[in-house]
């Protein structure tokens, strides 16, 4: 049924493949062929991402055992178990923190730097290296180092901030740091990344219309209002939606660092995922979670093409 | 006038280079001092301590760690290439029934999270035996959606006629992929192949899982051992250690740099 | 060499549109046959039909007489250079060149010795190891030319080759492409929106227009005797002068617009025709032509005269519509002035309106009556 609809649509476009005028691709069609280049991705994708989604959503209605496979059918209870529980809201709302202090700092900071870099001056090719960095440093890596930083005693930051007179600042187990000392680790962790899909955004854009903007004589903020960012908004809204995505998906550094701790308040979503599942086997309700996630990833997908299409211009 | 703006840029620059890079040039510095040294809180050490680095690799099987990581990285690479080349290729190239609904499934799982599938998953990577196994590490991660998508931007760009010549002169399918569009493509091939190594290197959640066993835990989980082991303030040997994690991917993303920032941007826009 | 015959063929494409309508082509063997149309008539298509790149709604295509719908591309015999020459970037000429030969596995003396050949036919020794990127447009093309050539195919496929030339070259191109056609005897279908080249280049040429074939023949009868007022305005430049015009058979007189009339008795039924003269058939008064008795007078303003060296184009009004003219030499005519000029009937063809389809051909007239009828 689906197969036949589509085949309209690809009239349109090759019609090479219309099949009732195509005795030659009757023959020695292509369709043999494609499902075979397409065989491996399909298997795989078959295998591991579209049954475990089917499963995940059966595991999430279901109490299982220890091996991870239902037992009894329990309908809503887990999702019901999930939103009343206070661990639950405490991790959503640690995310939901999470998001707001990294995304919206990273990608203004890449796009500083992005416009900094791309100013065509002699060594520039150094200074790119440098601020792209980070994206070929590790989350455990970057943890780790992070992790000695952070350190109350040893660490460079209390030392720096004693000079200043700051002392005994708790960075990791006080639960009013906590969250901001993770969110500082993954900021400068994932400012490699977005600075360089924003310095290659810049760099796409069409020379000519900064010259024409020299000869009219705008200075350098107009052309960065009416020129730069108008014409980079296509690759800030692809940077936003990964940018999100990547925030909630966040697990390496909250096992090194904190551990969810302390109390809850770096208890982030997958981590509490990865808790439940995998330290407690409630794999019911892990998988009420992931589903819980899922749509927040949907959801966000969904509202960033919406609107953010629309403030977009597109070459 | 231009000389006072251009010294203010590299100053600038040079600023910003020193904050971003300071975590890890401390981690170097810190990586030759002895612990005592580490504990004074200096920032340079006043006598240099290489033992820091035989001691990481004492303590925990560190090569065996990199050689993992290394293989794993590599197997996905190409496994990668391979088999999102193929699927971008029947994309761009061959003209079948219900390629439009295809491709719309293969981009939509994108959107799905990879934790979506993670319980699942490692039930069945268990069912397979394939826990503490190489092929558990990699397989999972071979279809690439991303990959399929960044090549067939790439492909796109071929002539249909190259093909059509090719047809002419009774070339295959086959060939054609491999003489021509693979050689062709070498560009957008490499930005993924760099794209997939980095980020399959920094795995870390799933090789948590599914490897319980040295032999075949890569760097990332080894860290995590080793930092968890050095429980008394011996920093300079974890630091030490997460060097040597880093640099391979730093080497990888010092020389693919510009590569990647070429191919990424096309991918995510075109 | 083989020939290649287009039975009835219909080319609809999936959104119902009809792009080839009743295509009937008989092209003989080591014939150079050229396809001419404006952009977008189907002419790609039909080529794409011959080569098996696009399928045929309905008909029957016979190469070297033989059913060839169902053959793949490659079993047709043919070999096909495109207009983009569709070289492989990452290969260097030579390798570009043999290709197609290597997937058959032919034997390495045979590749040498006709690439060798090819080489020396097209000038490419130089430039054989470089890459399509290291080439002029004009080298590329002659690289197009050479895979072609070694395929040794005995039909060739050419889609608009010269159109990416500048024109200097694709003069000198039209001339090579044809001293290799003669020498090498292939079948050539050649496409081109140019007709020029059709002029130049073909044997035989097939004058198309929204997928149907409005005339088949040698370039010279086409130009001179065409069958359609499409045909008369395509082939030629500057193209054909067309005037609505009235011919009333009572008083035997053709009505060009309104105040110019010429009387003359024609074997047509009286009616709204369109009248047609080439530019090069309006001569000055001065010219020879004007001593013949029946040769018509007329007097028209000029608004607008190009020299373009040894002939001069000549644009006037008559009767609110704007005629051109062309003259042999140098004329320097003050604009808006009147100039006599003379044309000779035997000239004048005579068209259907409603149709477009040839009424009157003085030259060939026992021939037109059997259209027109
Ligand atoms: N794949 C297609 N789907 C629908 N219409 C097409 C397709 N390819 C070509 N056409 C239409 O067929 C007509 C003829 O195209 P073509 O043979 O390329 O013309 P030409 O080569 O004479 O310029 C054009 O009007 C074009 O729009
Ligand atoms: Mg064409």
Redesign the pocket.
């Known amino acids: 049924m689906v197969m036949e609809q589509t085949e309209i649509k690809e009239g ?1 476009d ?2 090479a493949t219309n099949a009732r005028e195509q005795p030659i691709n009757r023959l020695f069609g292509t369709q043999p062929a494609a499902w075979l280049y397409l065989l491996p991705s399909l298997i795989l994708f078959a295998v591991f991402v579209f049954y475990p989604l089917f499963r995940t959503l059966q595991l999430s209605f279901f109490l299982s055992d220890s091996k991870g496979l239902p037992t009894v059918f329990v309908g809503f209870n887990n999702y019901a178990r999930l939103l009343s529980s206070p661990e639950f809201l405490a991790s959503a709302g640690s995310t939901l923190l999470f998001v707001l202090y990294t995304v919206p700092t990273t990608i203004i900071l890449a796009l500083i730097l992005a416009l900094l870099a791309n100013e065509k001056l002699k060594g520039i090719g150094f200074f790119r290296t440098i601020f792209s960095s980070s994206m070929g440093i590790s989350v455990a890596a970057s943890s780790v180092v992070w992790l000695f930083i952070f350190n109350p005693s040893a660490g460079i930051l209390n030392r720096l901030l004693s000079l200043l007179g700051v002392t005994g600042i708790n960075w990791l187990a006080d639960p009013n740091w906590a969250l901001f000392s993770v969110s500082l680790t993954t900021i400068w962790l994932h400012l490699g990344f977005t600075f360089l899909i924003l310095l290659g955004g810049l760099q796409n854009i069409d020379e000519h219309l900064y010259e024409n903007a020299q000869i009219e004589g705008c200075g350098y903020w107009y052309r960065l209002r009416r020129i730069t960012l108008p014409m980079l908004s296509p690759t800030l809204f692809f940077v936003i939606t990964v940018s999100m995505i990547d925030a909630f998906q966040t697990f390496g550094q909250i096992d090194l660092l904190t551990k969810g701790g302390p109390g809850n308040a770096t208890n982030l979503i997958v981590y509490s995922i990865y808790q439940k599942a995998f330290i407690n086997f409630d794999f019911g309700m892990a998988s009420a979670e992931v589903i819980v996630l899922f749509l927040c990833i949907l959801l966000i997908t969904a509202l960033q093409f919406k609107f953010g299409e629309r403030k977009v211009h597109y070459q | 006038m231009k000389r006072i703006k251009l010294i203010s840029l590299y100053t600038v620059l040079t600023i910003l280079s020193l904050i971003l890079f300071f975590p890890m040039l401390y981690a170097l510095s810190a990586s030759f001092m002895s612990a005592q040294e580490v504990l004074l809180g200096h920032f340079f050490p006043h006598q240099l301590h290489p033992e820091n680095y035989l001691e990481a690799f004492r303590d925990v099987p560190l090569l065996r760690f990199l050689f993992n990581s290394i293989i794993i990285s590599l197997i996905v690479t190409f496994g990668v290439l391979i088999v999102s080349g193929m699927a971008a290729y029947a994309f761009v190239f061959l003209h079948f029934r219900g390629r439009r609904l295809l491709f719309i499934l293969f981009i939509s799982t994108m959107m799905i999270p990879w934790e979506t599938s993670m319980i699942p998953n490692f039930v069945t990577v268990q069912h397979l035996g394939w826990i503490n196994r190489y092929a558990g590490l990699t397989v999972p991660f071979f279809a690439s959606a991303f990959g399929t998508f960044l090549l067939r931007q790439y492909f796109k760009t071929i002539p249909e006629e190259m093909w059509e010549a090719a047809q002419i002169s009774g070339i295959g399918h086959f060939r054609f992929f491999v003489k021509v569009v693979l050689p062709v493509s070498r560009t957008s091939l490499v930005t993924l192949g760099i794209y997939t190594f980095l980020t399959t290197w920094n795995t870390y959640l799933w090789p948590l899982l599914t490897t319980t066993d040295e032999r075949v835990r890569p760097l990332q989980i080894g860290l995590r051992q080793l930092q968890s082991q050095e429980t008394v303030n011996d920093w300079g040997v974890v630091m030490a250690a997460a060097l040597i994690v880093v640099v391979p991917t730093l080497i990888v993303l010092f020389i693919g740099q510009k590569h990647l920032q070429q191919g990424l941007t096309d991918g995510a826009l075109k | 060499m083989k020939s290649v015959e287009l039975i009835d063929v219909t080319k609809t ?3 119902g ?1 009809v ?1 080839i309508k009743n295509l009937n082509l008989s092209i003989q063997s080591g014939e150079f046959f050229v396809l001419v ?1 404006p ?8 080529l794409r039909m011959i080569a098996g790149l696009e399928g045929m709604t309905s008909g029957t295509l016979l190469i070297g007489g033989k059913p060839a719908n169902l053959l793949p591309p490659s079993k047709r015999s043919l070999s096909m250079v495109f207009q983009n020459y569709a070289l492989y970037p990452h290969l260097t000429a030579r390798e570009n060149i043999i290709f197609g030969l290597k997937a058959h596995r032919i034997g390495k003396d045979i590749v040498e010795k006709r690439l060798r050949e090819a080489a020396e036919m097209l000038n490419l020794a130089p430039c054989l190891d470089r890459k399509p990127r290291q080439l002029s447009g004009g080298q590329r093309q002659r690289i197009a030319l050479a895979r072609s050539i070694v395929s040794e195919a005995p039909i060739c496929l050419m889609d608009e080759p010269l159109s990416n030339l500048d024109a200097k070259l694709r003069a000198r191109m039209r001339s090579e492409i044809r001293r290799i056609q003669r020498k090498i005897g292939t079948t050539m279908i050649y ?1 081109t ?1 140019d007709q020029i080249e059709a002029m130049t280049m073909g044997d035989r040429m097939a004058v ?1 227009h929204d997928g149907t074939v409005q005339q088949i023949g040698r370039p010279i009868d086409v130009y001179n005797h065409p069958d359609h007022t499409f045909v008369a305005s395509f082939i030629g430049s500057p193209q054909m002068n067309l005037m609505p015009a009235v011919y009333d058979d009572v008083q035997k007189i053709l009505r060009i617009g309104a105040s110019w009339t010429i009387t003359r008795e024609l074997p047509i039924a009286g009616g709204e025709v369109i009248l047609g003269i080439r530019p090069e058939n309006i001569h000055p008064a001065t010219h020879p032509a004007s001593a013949q008795n029946k040769a018509i007078h007329f007097s028209a303003n000029i608004i607008d005269t190009e020299i373009l060296g040894n002939e001069t184009q000549l644009t006037f009004l008559l009767d609110h519509q704007t005629w051109t003219a062309k003259w042999e030499g140098q004329w320097t005519i003050p604009d808006q002035s009147a100039q006599e000029m003379v044309i000779l009937p035997e000239n004048l063809l005579v068209f259907d309106r409603k149709d477009g389809h040839i009424l009157y051909d003085p030259k060939r007239s026992q021939k037109v009556e059997e259209v027109t009828v």
């Open positions: 349109a090759f019609p | 494409y999936g959104n549109s792009i149309g952009s977008g008539c189907g002419k790609s298509t039909i496409v929106h198309l």
